[in-house]
């Protein structure tokens, strides 16, 4: 379980990235958190993992405070991050198992690897091909399946769809709903408002570091998540 | 955990193409330069037991002591080979004559100008110009890198201590570069142990080369860290470059150079020149005061009825007082030169340095015997045998000017070449080495340590975003 409380970052510089956040991903669920660019959504995530450190509140991952026990905390959580480049001389493969191993999978066999490489759509003849040869969409489902290959019980991705290609969108969202229903808790910052009314149980916009809007699936759907999303970004322009 | 992410930094270079750039610059520098290294000793070996043959052979049957030339003969050191050092800077011949005194000659420079012009490409400059480089162009981006692809959030992700990602940065570059540096000194002492330059299996031998070896190994581990922590201190690997490159030029052609000049500036110490005019002139001023002396002694014996032996016993004293004077005034101006060049070279040394090229140049040299404190032994030794020649045979029958009557020289007895005393210069022992570089060795060890908590520090506050 993901659990932010009253999360509050303020740079050294006076910015104000986020205003005491609150909101909870629960196992099996898949929270998308929507806004525009700089509202805060990656200040978030970089709170949950630890990158930087919150000015006030807590980043909790399965209870654990990330900022008093990072180390442990990240045991119970994968990231997928929006630019996926990793290692552009090692297969995909040996990328696969230098960070299988970082998480804490030393033992896991080439056909494992395999495995989890065609469960994100990855074809066959791409699993020893460098990974600098693959395009961005193939680069993406390398990133997915490392955080499948961790198997925690918390998923924190960040922009995932960004410059994927509606098949590879689409193959996307069917590993998500996988995801879930594995019990996965997953945090998904996304400005692809189609795909988090496809996907979401909860949703909530950000605006200039304010968690503004916070609706459940059926709130979503009845009210109109595309009309309530743009009505707040207009808000925002305003 | 910690072996995984050596792995990854291995596989990751070893794939890279400055591995190959790496490994073909090691292959033809470090081989062919001690191969080159060991032709040229194998010559001036034999250049020196020619010298030693020649020398023996003109000295055969009698000889007059006071126009006998004591020669000595250094022969160049073994392991000059890997470290030239001053080997071709300080003499390797001494001439003891009476009256021209003490001189010294340097063969090899005029064998070989422009190795001293250019310098040599032995094991000292390619690790000390070379492998610095190179470890810069292989740690520039250590850190960057991985953040400006996105490796370094998704490697943080996991419950990795930040220390292990710094220490497999380090191990694994490290290892990297350790599989071409040994390879082409495998092959370059394959090479000296096929040509026999070099008995390289002796224990002695094999010490000694453990040392500089060891000594090259800590000084190219300095640059390593020192590029993890200037790649760890910038966010853009074009920044972290040019901030190694400014530094690399700094410390391998600033600092070392510069080093002498500042302390010719806080410590300045006249010319051996003026030097050697000073004691010219106290020379002169002693023979004018022995003159005046012993013109009166000699006035004063003129009638007298034992005339000569009257004046040989006014002269003794006089002659005696005067040669003490004279010793102590130029022992006095030479000591003094001696202990401020001294002071000037030791603060030049220290400043030096503060690059750990100067520590692996002292470090080095004074292992392969071609260091600062050799070259000072060396012209200790040969004073001390100038001395040994003067006393045992130049003094032999001699007598001191008599004014107005020239040179007077009573011929004492013909001498052998068995009389004549013999130059001997050994190579210091290893201990005796090691006494003079493990201020050096620990220095570059610190130098590691400095850099590294350096590069620690700077991670553990590396902003990964």
Known sequence: MLQAKDLTKRYEDGHLALDHINFEVKAGEIFCLLGANGAGKTTTINLFLNFIDPTDGQALINEIDSSKAPLEAKKHIAYVSENVMLYGNFTARQNLDFFAKLGGKPNLSKEDYYAVMRQVGLQEKAFEAKLKTFSKGMRQKIGIAIAIIKDAENILLDEPTSGLDPKAAAEFQKLLLQLKKEGKAIFMSTHDIFRAKAVADRVGIMKEGRLVMLRTREQFLEENLETLYLDYMQEVAA | ?465
């Open chain 2, 1 to 465: 955990m910690l072996k995984t992410l050596i792995k990854k930094e291995l596989l990751d270079n070893l794939l890279s193409l400055r591995f190959f750039i790496t490994l073909l610059l090691c292959v033809l520098l470090i081989p062919i330069g001690i191969y080159v290294g060991a032709q040229a000793y194998q010559s001036r070996v034999e250049n020196y037991r020619q010298g030693l043959a020649l020398y023996q052979d003109s000295m055969q049957g009698t000889l007059n002591p006071q126009q006998v030339e004591a020669k000595g003969l250094r022969p160049p050191s073994p392991f000059s080979i890997f470290a030239d050092g001053m080997d071709r800077s300080i003499p390797d011949e001494f001439i003891s004559t009476r009256n021209d005194g003490l001189k010294m000659q340097n063969s090899a420079a005029q064998d070989n100008p422009l190795a001293v012009l250019f310098g040599r490409v032995d094991l000292l400059f390619v690790v000390g110009v070379v492998m610095s480089l190179l470890a810069t162009l292989f740690t520039f981006d250590a850190t960057t890198r991985e953040k400006e692809r996105g490796t370094l959030r998704l490697a943080l992700a996991n419950a990795l201590p930040r220390h292990l990602i710094l220490l497999g940065k380090l191990f694994g570059h490290l290892l990297t570069f350790l599989i071409p540096f040994i390879l082409s000194m495998l092959i370059a002492l394959l090479i000296l142990a096929v040509t026999g330059t070099m008995a390289i299996f002796d224990s002695v031998n094999l010490g000694r080369l453990a040392l500089i070896l060891t000594t090259a190994l800590l000084f190219i581990s300095a640059f390593f860290t020192l590029g993890i922590m200037v790649s760890t201190l910038n966010h853009r690997s074009l920044t972290a470059q040019i901030t190694l490159l400014f530094l690399w030029v700094l410390l391998i052609f600033g600092v070392p150079r510069i080093s002498g000049m500042l302390a010719q500036i806080i410590k300045p110490v006249k010319t051996l020149q003026t030097v050697n005019l000073e004691t010219q002139l106290i020379r002169k001023n002693i023979e004018a005061e022995k003159a005046s002396a012993l013109g009166d002694a000699l006035m004063r014996s003129i009638g007298s009825s034992n005339g000569e032996d009257d004046y040989d016993k006014l002269r003794e004293p006089i002659v005696k007082a005067l040669k003490e004077k004279e010793n102590r005034e130029i022992l006095a101006i030479q000591e003094d030169y001696k202990h401020k060049k001294a002071a000037q070279t030791r603060l030049a040394a220290n400043l030096s340095r503060l690059s750990p090229l100067g520590s692996l140049t002292f470090g080095m040299t004074h292992l392969a015997g071609t260091g600062l404190d050799d070259a000072i032994r060396l012209e200790q030794r040969a004073r001390q045998f100038h001395n040994e020649a003067e006393r045992d045979i130049h003094n032999i029958g001699w007598k001191d000017m008599i004014p107005g009557k020239g040179m007077r020289m009573t011929f004492g007895r013909w001498i052998t070449f068995d009389e004549v005393p013999r130059f001997q210069h050994q190579q210091r022992s290893l201990a005796e080495s090691f006494q003079s570089c493990w201020f050096d060795i620990t220095l570059l060890i610190l130098f590691n340590l400095l850099f590294f908590a350096g590069a620690y520090v700077a991670f553990l506050r590396y902003d990964v975003r």
